[in-house]
């Protein structure tokens, strides 16, 4: 298994900005993952980061609304930019240590105004 | 198009009986199943997984049977703890190159009434 951190674990921000969102890994994981969790739904995928090359986005996200970088096996960051009430969410990161089994940070819960 | 579908939105146990969460896919291609727990203001937690070669896989008190050819699953926990209320999500994976991400239910809210 992996213990994953991530901070901040809450923010308010104001439409507009953007917030970084860092994610520690304490050991080496073959993956790392972002999800958004908007209330009542379910995880989705932003993407897959990769170490030391761009990361691999799902459909409905893009890079300039989400960067990510991934400079090493343990660590990852998520920007949210230009951020609108609709970002609003819980932003999750997760590594991957198997084939399967992802482990999952707390989370941190983004609410814009 | 929903390819992991958990029906019941939530699930009311007594303490000490069993509880049985379920799991319908629609995707062929998906050969490894897992299940997560979730508590309130924290991430997903592993709880136990099953492959497609097995239609049962037991850890503790959590049992999760698969059936193949009516793509259900499901999780049984006895006997159920106060300690179990959380969310619970069904999730599954192919092997194959962009497959092997994992595709998520929207989770069954389970409440254990002591």
């Known amino acids: 298994s992996a213990v994953i951190s991530q901070k901040p674990s809450r923010d308010i921000c104001q439409r507009g900005t953007s917030l970084t969102i860092q994610c520690q890994v304490d050991s080496q994981v073959t993956m790392m993952f972002w999800y958004r969790q908007q209330p009542g739904q379910s995880l989705t995928l932003i993407a897959t980061a990769n170490q030391g090359s761009e990361a691999t986005y799902e459909s409905g996200f893009v890079i300039d609304k989400f960067p990510i970088s991934r400079p090493n096996l343990t660590f990852s960051t998520l920007t949210v930019s230009n951020m609108s009430p609709e970002d609003s969410s819980i932003y999750l990161c997760?590594?991957?240590?198997?084939?399967?089994?992802?482990?999952f940070g707390p989370g941190t819960r983004l609410t814009v105004t | 198009d929903q390819q992991v579908k958990q029906n019941s939105p939530s699930l009311s146990v007594q303490e000490g009986r069993i509880s049985i969460l379920n799991c319908d896919y629609t995707?062929?291609?998906?050969?490894?199943f897992l299940w997560y727990k979730k508590y309130p203001a924290e991430g997903p937690t592993f709880l136990i997984s099953i492959s497609s070669i097995k239609d049962k896989n037991e850890d503790g008190r959590f049992t999760v049977f698969l059936n193949k050819s009516a793509k259900h699953l499901s999780l049984h926990i006895v006997p159920s703890q106060p300690g179990d209320s959380a969310v619970y999500f069904c999730a599954a994976s192919g092997s194959a190159g962009n497959n092997r991400k994992l595709i998520w239910g929207l989770g069954t809210s389970l409440a254990v009434n002591p």
């Open positions: 995707n062929s291609m998906f050969d490894y």
């Open positions: 997760s590594g991957q240590t198997g084939p399967y089994e992802q482990y």
